[in-house]
């Protein structure tokens, strides 16, 4: 997530093959043959997305029209990223190391049977940013950014890690260099760095028409500022100008004859889709993408006090009701009755692990007061949901499923986001 003072978006990808959790889809070759063999007839491109998960009215379904929402998890690649216990596993711009340590993150985590569809893919701004100015920090990365970089190491790491993701099984949802600044506009630079991005993503043989590959536009867009001076979340100008926003690039996208995913981010770091419900994006397979945290849309949170309580600016009353009537208001009621929708970023310890998520809460009691049982239980009930736990990649990685819960680890602390989510996520693979 990111409040101001957060820079983020993990991103992550796996190791081998899917321990009792694998799937089944065969993974598929996009790259022309280099023998003298005929090539095979030709297959349309809506023929080939027909037959995968695509988008269909609020739902994404896969080729027999089935409803399919997906699971999954975050990694993203910059050594302050890939520390462990405080000390990087790898500096500087070694690509080999990068892969190595994230690669094997990811086996370690189908080893140990986490049921994952797919993988969040942040093509982290440590690639990106000319080496002069190795900012890329918040809202930063498109004042320092350097296309011939990031074209280079687009081939040496981003695709590289996007194709042993579905080597894995798993599909990959890329995120664009660092996270929104503050205040966007309409026609600013940074609406210029998102054109110059997703031409170059969408233009890859790689990644271009890959039913495996999805784009999420950008990360936790916050304000927008409308050509007649106002300035905020939604309302008025600034709802059809944040929609032209997202509209261009998506826009630029398919007229690159690219057909992939994509997914919306809303404003109020990924809250507020009130514009979208005014000024629908407009085309085929598009969704929203949404963040959650604990205190976000009157759900509960621990507060100074060191109680779980809601956020108090909704005036919420906190637990189930209060946590459903904020979601209803935000998102079921409004892009989620015409669009499916993916939570990007969600994740929450108790207390006693405070700092090891970005988010503090407990799992309570599905139905009553508590953060992660009523997000699961708010999200199957909207029922075109896909989510991943943004917990770090080396958590993951670490899990055991042979160990019993236990509230002094905080891998197996019922209350927190680890033990809970694993098993909810083999509960969704049967």
């Known amino acids: 997530m990111k409040n101001t003072f957060k820079y983020l978006a993990l991103c992550l990808i796996a190791g081998l093959t899917f ?17 003298n063999e005929p090539e095979p007839a030709p297959v349309s491109i ?5 037959n995968d998960v695509h988008v269909e009215g609020r739902y994404l379904k896969d080729g027999s029209g089935n409803v399919i929402n997906l699971h999954g998890m975050a990694q993203t690649y910059s050594p302050w990223f890939n520390r462990v216990d405080g000390k990087e596993t790898w500096s500087g711009y070694d690509v080999a190391g ?33 080496d ?9 990365a498109h004042l320092f950014y350097d296309e011939d970089r990031f074209k280079k190491y687009l081939d040496e790491v981003f695709v590289p890690m996007a194709e042993y993701i579905q080597s894995l099984g798993m599909r990959v949802l890329m995120r664009p260099p660092g996270v929104c600044p503050q205040t966007i506009a309409l026609n600013d630079e940074y609406h210029k760095y998102m054109i110059k991005v997703w031409t170059i993503v969408a233009s890859h043989k790689k990644l271009k028409n890959n039913p495996k590959i999805m784009f999420e536009l950008a990360n936790e867009p916050v304000n927008f500022h409308a050509s007649d001076g106002s300035e905020g979340a939604s309302g008025g100008l600034i709802d059809k100008e944040l929609s032209e926003f997202f509209q261009s ?6 007229g690159l004859g690219c057909n992939n995913i994509l997914w919306v981010p809303g404003t109020s770091w990924q809250q507020n889709y009130q514009a979208y419900v005014n000024y629908p994006i407009k085309g085929d397979n598009i969704g929203y993408a949404v963040h959650c945290y604990p205190g976000w849309y009157g759900s509960d949170c621990y507060q100074q006090t060191g109680e779980i309580a809601p956020d108090m600016w909704r005036g919420s009353e906190g637990g189930y009701k209060g946590f459903k009537k904020g979601w ?15 939570v990007t970023e969600m994740d929450w310890a108790s207390q006693a692990f405070k700092g090891r998520t970005w988010g503090s809460s407990i799992t309570g009691t599905a139905g009553g007061q508590g953060f992660g049982a009523n997000f699961k239980k708010i999200m199957d009930e909207t029922g075109n949901v896909s989510w991943l736990t943004f917990v770090w990649d080396y958590d993951l990685a670490s899990f055991d499923p042979n160990h019993k819960s236990d509230s002094s680890d905080f891998l197996y602390d ?17």
């Open 98 to 130: 990068c892969l190595s340590v994230n690669q094997e993150k990811l086996r370690k985590i189908m080893d140990a049977g986490w049921c994952m569809d797919f993988v969040r893919l942040h093509m982290d701004p440590h690639w990106t940013v000319k």
């Open 249 to 254: 690039v998506v826009d630029k996208i398919r």
């Open 46 to 50: 809506d023929e080939v997305f027909a």
């Open 328 to 342: 209803d208001e935000s998102v079921t009621n409004g892009v989620a009755q015409t669009n499916p929708i993916i």
């Open 19 to 35: 321990a009792s959790c694998g799937d089944d889809d065969e993974v598929m070759d996009y790259t022309k043959p280099d023998n």
């Open 132 to 140: 002069k100015n190795d900012n890329g920090g918040e809202g930063t």
């Open 414 to 430: 019922p209350e927190s986001g680890v033990y809970p989510v694993y098993q909810w996520f083999k509960a969704y693979r049967k």
